[in-house]
């Protein structure tokens, strides 16, 4: 502390109040626009006027207010200012600035022109914080992406917040520090203190929540589990209430592979954005939004830069849709891009921003509006109209693009009450990556590209072309003749195959047999038939 | 287009007159009692209540339409509406009007046909029941439609979802064929399920059935028309089978309109607790017979007829209770096994997974195979034999 102050008296006595040399600071920060970052620099000038800080270089509200913030902070840090005006210019001026994280380069750039920096120590610095009214500085949302942004274009070194120096080390080859007030920031860039540093990045593996080793008896759904699981395919449960959907979707993602750590990149900066605590974690993301949920809440939205929704929240994850018929037709349909591309698009007035929602659908709907159809014992109380219409809302534009269909009934008092028999998770889970490998490495062969920004093949994603050339004549042929005598479309034919592919792969058999492809016909329910 | 031109309007009518006259109708006497019902349908109503208790009801009802000038526009509009449907209409009293109705003083002024009646003396039978059908009760109706198909025993039902759809698309393609009566005009698609290109009205048609309607072809169906026709089931068959219904079920209307023309009813009993059981169990305390199997069914025709009979004995649903093992199928030995227990009720597949005792890949490997070759067939209830698994 004392030689903080021995060095702020020391700084601060002269420079500050010599107007006439005029420094042009130079800060680089990061303008984000959804989870791309353009370099932005903050220039700042002590110019003629009142004293006042003014910011000019289309600063957004937050940004506006890092004026008084800073003010504030340099007050209560002991680092005079100029009786001057100091004018701040972000430029280039034609991007829109966003976000608290621009109070500490803009703090850096004042207090330089202020002649408590000197302006040759801020070269290369990209800095990313927020300032606050005590001079301390604290994470700002997206310091990731900001991270990410400044290592691709060539930035020397990355000044964060302490407690975000975590997340900002999750980028390689950056050199970052971490600061824990505004003296401090000062002390770092010139030179007097090294700052925080970063520890060996910690790579989470968060508990990966209910085991599969629970659910009693159900062997139909738990194998249809790892097939969703093996293949990536969407899936769609329909039964009514209590016969185990959601308790069935939430074990998912214990069986599915941990993700790469560049997709776990992917995941955290989604996070980051979002400002909620950002980890390294392996274990694929579940979400379960609420079926009132909007659509601009499920796909994102927002005026000016959309954020993103549930189905980038749950990107490389599980996507749970919950009482799917619910939720109203419009509000699913906009799934179908995402689902179809791993990728959202919005457009704003401001902006054009694309969020990765490369996410795994599990849907659940209940046989009729009551609920109770097909429930032993309980009769349904729904007209055979009202059912109707209930199921002819399950086929349409989005769930046609599901390939798994389960019809789950409760299951019965003697297996609830017998011991639980099933496998645990990770014996499935290693199964699962088995599977999973020959596919991806069957898919690499075939020579399928990646369509999007996915890191890996699913057996969902691949080319029909590739699907048909991975499978023999015979197997296709038995399933022509099964989609004939079903009255099926060609979409299911392509969705059967696909199936029918990663069922060989769980068995680990390159050659598709044709009784993969009855079983893949049999994971199919015609979802429109009679009640 | 054609409108516009009064010529053209003359010619397009003239020939929707044509068409119905082929049908051995009168014309005009048709264009006026049309247009005397759809204009004031409570005079018409009463004037046709008070024709049928005369010797010749035709002739009366003839009498009353033909007070109307002709041909007029509504009745010109109602004929081609049947005209361009490929409906012929019979009138009371026309040799086109099945003789059943004739017989049984169920004859309405007149019945719009579409397809092919059968004729007097080939066996029919009426299998009725409710919309709000259960899986066991399609299932019965369908067994029961289709034994009695194969016989050679016309079956006719009211083309309503339920029960009434379970019999007329098991018995489309079998020999005895089916027929609907509509509860509405031919122009009105109700139930939307079976109205459509493909759907079951179609087919029956297409399969050589009929669709007949006592209303004209705009009428949406509403409860007393509905009722009404019941009247017509009831006099077009020999014996009326109610299958599932609840205790104020239409198909006890159907029953009553029966036991007035004096012919057979039977019920199908169900679980008593369930909802469905209640017509059935109400027509058993009254005295109607019980039909536990398609034998029932058989045995309760007329002995005029009982040709239908033979044909039975010689093949297609032998006599007796079923003691013989199932019936080969190619799912796996222990799953047929449960399949057949639940019969014709549907078995979902977690239950058949955990009672048979098979792997669920391989189980429902076979169960596609099953599908293909038509033993089983499957929906969001479940899996069910198609067919009796005991014959």
């Known amino acids: ?531 | 287009m054609i409108a516009a031109d009064p010529g053209a309007t003359t010619r397009a009518g003239g020939a929707s007159w044509a068409h119905v006259a082929a049908a051995g109708t009168d014309p005009q006497a048709l264009a006026g009692i049309v247009e005397r019902a759809a204009a004031d349908p409570r005079g018409f109503a009463t004037d046709w209540r008070r024709a049928l208790h005369t010797d010749d009801p035709g002739s009366a009802i003839r009498a009353a339409g033909t007070q109307a000038v002709l041909p007029s526009p509504t009745g010109q509009r109602v004929a081609q509406a049947w005209s361009e449907g490929c409906v012929r209409v019979a009138l009371a009293g026309d040799p086109a009007m099945p003789e059943r109705l004739v017989a049984t003083s169920a004859q309405p002024p007149w019945l719009a046909i579409r397809g092919a009646v059968r004729r007097r003396d080939t066996p029919a039978v009426a299998i009725v029941g409710s919309r709000r059908a259960s899986a066991y009760g399609r299932g019965i109706a369908a067994w029961l439609a289709e034994a009695a198909g194969a016989a050679g025993v016309h079956v006719v039902s009211g083309g309503a979802v339920g029960i009434d759809a379970a019999a007329h698309g098991a018995a489309l393609d079998t020999d005895g064929g089916t027929t609907v009566v509509l509860g509405c005009g031919h122009d009105v698609a109700y139930p939307r399920p079976h109205a459509g290109p493909g759907k079951l009205f179609e087919r029956v048609v297409d399969a050589g059935g009929a669709l007949v309607s006592e209303s004209l072809p705009h009428e949406p169906p509403r409860p007393w028309r509905v009722r009404s026709r019941n009247r017509l089931i009831a006099a077009l068959v020999d014996v009326v089978v109610v299958v599932e219904g609840g205790s104020r079920s239409g198909s006890l209307v159907t029953a009553t309109w029966a036991a007035d023309y004096g012919i057979t009813v039977l019920a199908v009993p169900g679980d008593v607790r369930a909802p469905g059981s209640g017509a059935p169990l109400r027509l058993l305390r009254d005295g109607a017979g019980v039909c536990g199997s398609p034998d029932d069914l058989l045995a309760a025709l007329p002995q005029g007829i009982d040709r239908a009979r033979d044909d039975v004995a010689g093949g297609a649903v032998p006599d007796g209770p079923a003691t013989s093992g199932l019936v080969a199928s190619s799912l796996p030995e222990a799953a047929a096994a449960v399949l057949a227990e639940a019969w014709p009720r549907p078995v979902t597949m977690a239950d058949l997974a955990a009672q048979s005792n098979v792997a669920a890949g391989t189980l429902l490997a076979a169960i596609t195979a099953a599908q293909v070759a038509g033993q089983v067939t499957r929906d969001l209830d479940g899996l069910r034999l198609c067919r009796d698994p005991h014959r």
């Not at chain 1, 990209?126 to 994470?139: C, I, N």
């Not at chain 1, 609830?416 to 990556?433: F, K, Q, T, W």
Request: hydrophobic fraction near 45%; charge should be positive.
């Open chain 1, 1 to 531: 502390m004392s030689a903080g102050n021995s060095f702020t008296v020391e700084v601060s006595a002269g420079p500050a109040s010599d107007t006439s040399s005029r420094v042009l600071a130079r800060v680089g920060a990061v303008a984000l626009t959804g989870l791309a970052g353009a370099m932005v620099t903050a220039e700042a000038v002590v110019a003629g006027g009142l004293p006042q800080i003014r910011i000019v270089g289309l600063p957004d509200a937050t940004v506006r207010e890092a004026a008084d913030r800073i003010r504030s902070a340099c007050q209560q840090s002991a680092f005079s200012l100029p009786g001057a005006k100091v004018v701040v210019n972000l430029a280039p001026a034609g991007i829109r600035k966003v976000g608290s994280g621009f109070d500490l380069p803009i703090a850096l750039a004042v207090l330089c022109a202020a002649g408590h920096i000197p302006p040759d120590r801020l070269d290369g610095i990209v800095a990313w914080g927020e300032v606050g009214l005590d001079g301390g500085v604290s994470p700002s949302a997206g310091t990731l992406p900001v991270a990410t942004a400044a290592r691709r274009n060539g930035a020397g070194r990355l000044m964060v917040a302490s407690q975000a120096l975590a997340e900002a080390a999750l980028v390689a080859g950056l050199d970052v520090v971490g600061v824990d007030s505004l003296r401090d920031a000062v002390a770092v860039a010139a030179g007097h203190r090294s700052g925080a540093r970063p520890g060996p990045v910690a790579v989470s593996h968060s508990p990966h929540g209910p085991d599969l080793a629970a659910v009693r008896g159900q062997h139909v759904a738990r194998r249809c589990l790892e097939l969703a699981a093996v293949g990536g395919h969407h899936m769609l449960m329909v039964g009514p209430p209590g016969c185990g959907k959601s308790m069935l979707a939430r074990r998912l993602p214990s069986i599915l592979p941990p993700l790469a750590h560049e997709e776990a990149l992917e995941v955290a900066a989604i996070r980051s954005i979002m400002g909620e605590r950002v980890r390294l974690d392996l274990r694929p993301p579940f979400r379960d939004p609420h079926h009132a949920t909007s659509t601009a809440g499920l796909i994102g939205g927002g005026s000016g830069v959309a954020r993103p929704g549930e189905v980038s929240r749950a990107h490389r994850g599980v996507l749970f849709l919950d009482e799917v018929l619910e939720t109203p037709r419009a509000t699913l349909d906009a799934l179908r891009e995402p689902l179809e591309t791993g990728r959202v698009v919005l457009v704003r007035s401001q902006s054009r921003v694309t969020y990765p929602a490369a996410v795994q659908l599990v849907a659940a709907a209940n046989p009729c509006p009551c609920g109770r159809a097909g429930a032993a014992g309980r009769p349904c109380t729904c007209r055979p109209d009202q059912v109707a219409r209930h199921r002819s809302r399950l086929s349409g534009p989005l769930l046609d693009r599901i390939d798994l269909h389960l019809a789950m009934e409760p299951v019965s008092q003697d297996v609830l009450v017998g011991p639980s028999s099933g496998e645990s998770s990770d014996v499935v889970a290693a199964r699962v990556v088995a599977a999973r490998a020959l596919a991806t490495s069957r898919w690499s062969e075939f020579g399928a590209q990646p369509s999007g920004p996915r890191a890996r093949m699913l057996t969902r994603d691949v080319s029909s072309d590739a699907v048909r050339a991975s499978t023999g004549r015979p197997a296709q042929r038995r399933l022509a003749r099964a989609i004939e005598a079903f009255g099926w479309s060609a979409r299911a034919f392509d969705r059967c195959l696909r199936v029918a592919r990663t069922i060989a792969d769980v068995d680990g058999r390159d050659r598709v047999e044709p009784a993969d492809v009855d079983e893949a016909v049999a994971h199919r329910v015609d979802l429109d038939g009679p009640s």
